[in-house]
């Protein structure tokens, strides 16, 4: 029987950075229901949004793993 490891995902993300994730997606959820965004556009704006709520609700984005990149404050 194979034993599996579960890697937890260490945040990756600052205040600021979920703030202006989370707001992005508001603007974008706003200009589709009022009408501004339509079509392939929306499509595309929409699922950007989602996993942008999705990454700054969970404090971690994947893209920043391979990069280093961690805009968390050290401490």
Same mark, same amino acid.
């Given at each position: 029987?194979?034993?599996f490891e579960v890697k937890k995902m260490k945040a990756n993300m600052g205040g600021a950075d979920?703030?202006?994730?989370?707001? /992005?997606?508001? @603007? @974008?959820g706003g200009l589709y229901f009022a009408g501004q965004i339509s079509g392939i556009v929306?499509?595309?704006l929409g699922?950007? /949004?989602?996993?942008?709520? /999705?990454t700054s609700f969970i404090s971690f984005c994947p893209l920043y793993k391979p990069?280093?990149?961690?805009?968390? /404050?050290k401490g």
């Open positions: 029987m194979r034993k979920r703030i202006i994730r989370v707001l /992005a997606a508001f @603007v @974008v929306a499509v595309v699922i950007v /949004a989602v996993i942008f709520l /999705a990069f280093g990149i961690s805009t968390r /404050a």
